[in-house]
């Protein structure tokens, strides 16, 4: 487990590592869940290790500093990843009366899998797209926020963009309506406090284990004021039962990893430079726009590099603090051999995104699955898209584009697709 935790000034900081640190050391007979049975990090809830549910030992100490580093009144840990936190954050809004919640079409599946589970209406609203989703605008939030009971955003989204949080935030105060932010790929934001979804939210969630050094799963959901208890409530609802104690412990040591601000400014700054790169304003997603990303992210693995995700002229790659200026040579090495091979684009020479068309009403109607190859025309009755990021490139309502399920044809993974063949509504 130490080869996760290198930087030993952080580990000496966290409560749960050095209590199991501490423990691993002592005789250690084990007659307890987890069915392994050996001894060590991963145990479950015993006379000194505290417990997730009703903490009042290092699994409070822990939330306590995670809760002051974030600037929240509550912060919870999760072991389930952000899907957890997003579910947890809507159903407190449930309880603090919201029933419409307006969001972006571009949001996680999570957060469309929540509102159907809780009965929760979403006002979605389009934004801009070129060759990749423009940042969110406050003008983008505006109308359907007029028609809903709070703000659900996802900042900093897949390609590094930061929505415009300080006029946003203003326009929910101003008509007296929460905030509430994915932050999945942004914890490590919190360095950069306006960039930063807790330095605007209500509520929000960072999926510490993407853009720190937290292992998968690794998560925290955090709550300022009237939210904290409803979120409390909500957590305990959505939470795991049995949760990782190693994992819980490396998301404390992920919150208080320090920020690596050479590798911020030298990203940056590269991201400027060179037109093949999209200059978004957060630091660890490097986007290098390409002809074909799907072959080239096939190229980068034959060479032992695996990027984070590919789109049709998109390749993305994610860093996080704890990378050398070396890890960024081979990527740059990678860039470069592919330019010489002609198969790097520019973002003037990527096309427009295609914006999503009118949403139909699917719910109560009959649907079908057929194949992908002859839906074209066809209504979409189950989200669909690549994976990750798990966004959707049809929603649910949609009419279905022989673009889009050409871009479906060519992902190797994907969500919403059984077989090469898609749910639609029955004619």
């Given at each position: 487990?130490?080869?996760?935790?290198?930087?030993?000034?952080?580990?000496?900081?966290?409560?749960?590592?050095?209590?199991?640190?501490?423990?691993?050391?002592?005789?250690?007979?084990?007659?307890?869940?987890?069915?392994?049975?050996?001894?060590?990090?991963?145990?479950?809830?015993?006379?000194?290790?505290?417990?997730?549910?009703?903490?009042?030992?290092?699994?409070?100490?822990?939330?306590?500093?995670?809760?002051?580093?974030?600037?929240?009144?509550?912060?919870?840990?999760?072991?389930?990843?952000?899907?957890?936190?997003?579910?947890?954050?809507?159903?407190?809004?449930?309880?603090?009366?919201?029933?419409?919640?307006?969001?972006?079409?571009?949001?996680?599946?999570?957060?469309?899998?929540?509102?159907?589970?809780?009965?929760?209406?979403?006002?979605?609203?389009?934004?801009?797209?070129?060759?990749?989703?423009?940042?969110?605008?406050?003008?983008?939030?505006?109308?359907?926020?007029?028609?809903?009971?709070?703000?659900?955003?996802?900042?900093?989204?897949?390609?590094?963009?930061?929505?415009?949080?300080?006029?946003?935030?203003?326009?929910?105060?101003?008509?007296?309506?929460?905030?509430?932010?994915?932050?999945?790929?942004?914890?490590?934001?919190?360095?950069?406090?306006?960039?930063?979804?807790?330095?605007?939210?209500?509520?929000?969630?960072?999926?510490?284990?993407?853009?720190?050094?937290a292992l998968t799963q690794g998560a925290?959901?955090?709550?300022?004021?009237?939210?904290?208890?409803?979120?409390?409530?909500?957590?305990?609802?959505?939470?795991?039962?049995?949760?990782?104690?190693?994992?819980?412990?490396?998301?404390?040591?992920?919150?208080?990893?320090?920020?690596?601000?050479?590798?911020?400014?030298?990203?940056?700054?590269?991201?400027?430079?060179?037109?093949?790169?999209?200059?978004?304003?957060?630091?660890?997603?490097?986007?290098?726009?390409?002809?074909?990303?799907?072959?080239?992210?096939?190229?980068?693995?034959?060479?032992?590099?695996?990027?984070?995700?590919?789109?049709?002229?998109?390749?993305?790659?994610?860093?996080?603090?704890?990378?050398?200026?070396?890890?960024?040579?081979?990527?740059?090495?990678?860039?470069?051999?592919a330019d010489l091979e002609g198969l790097i684009l520019s973002?003037?020479?990527?096309?427009?995104?295609?914006?999503?068309?009118?949403?139909?009403?699917?719910?109560?109607?009959?649907?079908?699955?057929?194949?992908?190859?002859?839906?074209?025309?066809?209504?979409?009755?189950?989200?669909?898209?690549?994976?990750?990021?798990?966004?959707?490139?049809?929603?649910?309502?949609?009419?279905?584009?022989?673009?889009?399920?050409?871009?479906?044809?060519?992902?190797?993974?994907?969500?919403?697709?059984?077989?090469?063949?898609?749910?639609?509504?029955?004619?």
């Open positions: 487990m130490r080869k996760y935790f290198q930087d030993e000034k952080v580990f000496a900081n966290c409560h749960i590592l050095q209590m199991l640190e501490e423990q691993s050391k002592n005789p250690h007979h084990s007659f307890h869940t987890p069915g392994h049975k050996v001894s060590g990090y991963d145990i479950t809830e015993l006379a000194y290790s505290d417990n997730l549910s009703c903490p009042e030992g290092v699994i409070a100490f822990a939330e306590q500093d995670i809760a002051k580093l974030l600037g929240a009144n509550k912060s919870f840990l999760l072991t389930d990843g952000s899907t957890s936190g997003v579910l947890s954050m809507l159903y407190a809004l449930k309880m603090h009366g919201v029933s419409r919640v307006a969001a972006p079409m571009l949001s996680h599946k999570s957060f469309f899998n929540g509102c159907a589970l809780l009965g929760l209406e979403p006002i979605l609203f389009e934004t801009p797209a070129f060759a990749v989703p423009c940042p969110i605008a406050a003008a983008d939030v505006a109308a359907a926020l007029e028609d809903a009971d709070a703000l659900f955003l996802t900042s900093p989204d897949y390609y590094g963009n930061v929505a415009a949080l300080k006029e946003i935030k203003a326009l929910c105060k101003a008509q007296g309506k929460p905030l509430v932010i994915d932050g999945a790929h942004g914890g490590h934001l919190r360095h950069y406090k306006e960039l930063y979804a807790g330095a605007h939210a209500d509520m929000w969630v960072d999926g510490v284990h993407k853009s720190l050094p925290v959901v955090s709550a300022k004021k009237e939210y904290a208890a409803a979120l409390k409530a909500a957590v305990d609802t959505f939470r795991t039962s049995s949760p990782s104690y190693p994992i819980m412990g490396s998301v404390e040591y992920a919150v208080k990893y320090p920020a690596n601000h050479a590798l911020a400014e030298r990203l940056t700054a590269l991201k400027r430079e060179r037109a093949c790169f999209y200059d978004s304003a957060d630091y660890t997603k490097l986007c290098v726009f390409c002809k074909d990303g799907f072959a080239l992210e096939r190229y980068a693995n034959d060479q032992g590099i695996y990027p984070e995700f590919a789109q049709e002229h998109l390749l993305c790659f994610y860093f996080s603090p704890v990378q050398t200026e070396e890890d960024l040579l081979t990527v740059l090495r990678f860039v470069e051999w973002e003037k020479d990527v096309q427009r995104v295609p914006a999503p068309t009118k949403l139909e009403k699917v719910d109560g109607k009959n649907v079908e699955l057929i194949p992908l190859e002859g839906s074209e025309g066809r209504v979409c009755a189950k989200a669909c898209g690549l994976f990750p990021p798990c966004l959707p490139v049809l929603q649910k309502g949609e009419r279905i584009t022989g673009e889009k399920i050409k871009t479906l044809q060519a992902a190797a993974r994907r969500f919403g697709i059984e077989n090469d063949k898609i749910t639609v509504v029955a004619e």
